[in-house]
């Protein structure tokens, strides 16, 4: 670390981030409950909660505490793409790494690709993702799985969406 002065050391978190915690940990500063509480939840609307991408019409933006180990960050993008950016911010593995899913009291037992985690996150554990078939009312994980129900013969098609 020829030249590379304290700040260096955290490198990986960006001061520009709209995560409110990596901004603090890279100005090597301690915040306070009320600043962290302030950028989260103050007069404006949540900084990245716009970056929600994926339509649910279920329920696609609530906000939540993460459940990964310890983390506890307040999550307020609980899209398949939220939690995959909340992922590469705060929680990292190398590419290709297998593991157990260690969300909350996750029942899942076998591995999965790390990079996979935040999709069955969303998928199975927040139903961030899920679909809504509108003539039978039935419930689906994904919008896939609902085309294939509708294709396979919804036996509802055809009549009046509920």
């Not at 593995?93 to 996979?116: K, T």
Request: with cysteine; net charge neutral; hydrophobic share 30%.
């Amino acid at each position: 670390m020829n030249g590379a002065g304290p700040s260096d050391a955290f490198a990986p978190f960006d001061p520009t981030s709209p995560y409110p915690a990596t901004r603090y940990i890279a100005d090597l500063a301690s915040p306070t409950m009320d600043d962290l509480s302030n950028e989260y939840w103050g007069t404006t609307t949540p900084q990245y909660s716009s970056y929600a991408t994926d339509t649910n019409p279920v329920d696609s933006v609530n906000k939540m505490r993460c459940q990964w180990d310890s983390c506890e960050v307040i999550l307020d993008d609980v899209s398949h793409s939220g939690l995959r950016r909340h992922f590469r911010d705060f929680h990292h593995a190398p590419r290709g790494e297998r593991m157990r899913c260690r969300w909350g009291s996750c029942c899942r037992s076998e591995e999965m690709l790390f990079e996979n985690i935040p999709k069955h996150i969303a998928e199975c554990h927040v139903k961030s993702m899920a679909q809504r078939c509108p003539w039978c009312n039935g419930n689906f994980a994904r919008k896939d799985t609902l085309k294939r129900h509708q294709n396979a013969g919804c036996p509802a098609v055809g009549q009046q969406p509920q």
